[in-house]
């Protein structure tokens, strides 16, 4: 467990949200209490989220993250790119910036992660982070930013109970770094998932808040998106559910793993 992970047990996710539909949605998380807010350049929402967080009058109490997409990893292009970001969202600096995908030949860890200790420098960003990392790549990329004297803090990965990420588990496992899980209801598909529909009738909740209860008992925080006000508030009511150990040993149980997000060309040989 890491200290991401120790202050924030949820998080707000806005892929796929636009417009005001973003806006709007950003907005009522932040007034139903989410507290740690996830964008990506690829997402093209940051000028979006940035004007929720705005309206909010909060940024002093929120914890941002974004991401550097795969044809912006050169050194100069991650500076820039960033900067480019700040503008989008309205602020002065970040609190988690992203390599979204550790994606050739743009990726390359010593040029790519020498930008993003120099961001940390600068002030501009607080925390460097991985997403779609494999452990291998996790290790290469914690030897580079050693060298330069700063650490990772977080690695972001597709994770629900339908892809359980035992060896990511593991291998973070007494690391000082947090698992932070997208996609945690598997596209709605774990809604249906039988073993969730027992768990959240045994609770009277919703199969969405038995996903990311899960999650959380295993340590990661989870970090869903949703446009509609009532999924937003039951979501969040996920970090008031204590599952027994009858219940995550049930889920634990689910053996049919099915990656969603695997981008030919782009992701990594898991």
């Known amino acids: 467990m890491g200290t991401l992970s120790r202050t924030y047990r949820l998080g707000f996710g806005t892929w796929m949200l636009t417009g ?3 806006t709007e949605a950003v907005a009522k998380a932040i007034e139903t209490g989410y507290r740690f807010i996830d964008t990506a350049q690829y997402y093209e929402n940051e000028k979006e989220v940035g004007a929720a967080i705005a309206a909010s009058g909060m ?3 929120l914890f941002v993250a974004t991401k550097v997409w795969v044809d912006r990893l050169g050194y100069k292009d991650v500076l820039k790119s960033t900067n480019v970001s700040l503008k989008k969202l309205g602020l002065k600096s970040v609190d988690l910036l992203y390599v979204h995908w550790p994606s050739p030949p743009n990726y390359k860890p010593e040029e790519t992660l020498r930008a993003f200790c120099e961001l940390v420098d600068l002030e501009l960003v607080r925390n460097i982070g991985v997403s779609n990392f494999t ?3 996790i290790d ?11 650490a990772i803090m977080a690695v972001q990965v597709e994770h629900h109970p339908l892809l359980q990420q035992r060896e990511m588990r593991e291998y973070l496992n007494g690391k000082d770094m947090d698992l932070v899980a997208y996609s945690p209801l598997a596209r709605r598909r774990a809604l249906d998932v039988p073993e969730l529909v027992q768990v959240a009738e045994k ?11 899960w999650i959380i008992a ?3 925080i989870p970090i869903p998106k949703s446009a509609k006000p009532e999924h937003i508030e039951d979501n969040f009511k996920a970090q008031d559910l204590a599952l027994d150990a009858d219940d995550i040993a049930l889920i634990d149980s689910i053996g049919n793993e099915r990656r969603i ?5 782009i992701a990594p040989e898991w």
């Open 218 to 220: 295993h340590g990661a």
């Open 140 to 150: 290469e990329a914690i030897a580079v930013c050693e060298g330069y004297g700063k």
């Open 135 to 137: 452990p291998a790549l």
């Open 59 to 61: 940024r002093d109490d």
């Open 261 to 265: 997000i695997d981008p030919e060309g």
């Open 20 to 22: 005001t539909t973003c």
């Open 203 to 213: 609770h009277g909740v919703s199969t969405g808040q038995v996903s990311l209860a």
